[in-house]
């Protein structure tokens, strides 16, 4: 009876009405509709400070979650969080994901879901509730495994756009370990070209190389957003485009940044973060590799790992908020 309860919870973290949570944890919490400049419907969430002495925030956080995920699920644990720190943070369910527009897992053109990011976080920016006589506040870019590519490519597309990007396990190379072996990629590109929505790439199941807690499993695999079937053929060949685009691209990024990957991530490749980070022309920039952590650093790794990273993560920004330190919880 405990189990079938446990299933039926509406959020990652039981049952609690979402405003009620929100503001047990000190946040003020909505959601509604973007129209892209292309006509898609996209979902997207805000998370901001409660107390109205956090006006304007800290800074803005933009976030982009990674493939077959979601906005909505745990992914909000780290919005949460930064929120309760002073940090505004705004995420969009990309094209095909989550509660937006497109068929499910479909990413046809990374370069497209860009240009929509883009428009969302400037539409936010212009916000008047985020300038402080007159000057915009401070904007960061966050992104997690899919999410950290397209954030690069955001800033490839803005270069002055954003103060700096928080990059977690990003997708600037597939791990050779989920790629297909030779001759199977070029099977599939070919394929492609005439049933790009066809979900027959055969992969394990990312969420269960991702998080390393076997009840964290549990939870991430309660998400009714999350999608389940086999990359589409589409799909997998885009991404592999964009992560070989990025991997020769990686010394024309100029922001500040901190990258943060695990030693054991079977998803990405912690190499290529190294990569980022002795090649990017950026002055200002920190590599996190930690020892033993998979590709869910934020929510599949124990609490203790979990605080390790989110505190680094605050660290970096309240350091380049000019703050005198964390606030208190």
Known sequence: MAERQEENHLHYWGNTPEQDYYALQGVRGSSSYFTSPRGLNLFTRSWLPLSSSDFPPRALVFMVHGYGNDISWTFQATAIFLARHGFAC????????????????????????VQDCLAFFTSVKRDSRFQTLGRPTPSFLYGESMGGAICLLVHLADPLGFDGAVLVAPMCKIS???????????ILTQLARFFPTLAIVPTEDLMRKSVKVEEKKIVADRNPMRYRGKPRLGTVVELLRVTEYLSGRLSEVKLPFIVLHGS?????????????????????KTVRIYDGMMHSLLFGETDENVEIVRNDILSWLNERCNSSGERAD
């Open 90 to 113: 705004f995420a969009l369910d990309l094209q095909g994901h989550g509660r937006s527009d497109g068929l499910r897992a479909f990413v046809p053109e990374v370069d497209l879901a």
């Open 176 to 186: 050779d370990n989920l790629k297909p072996r030779w001759p199977i990629p070029q």
């Open 264 to 284: 054991a991530d079977a998803v990405t490749d912690p190499n290529v973060s190294r990569a980022l980070y002795a090649e990017a022309k950026s002055e200002d």
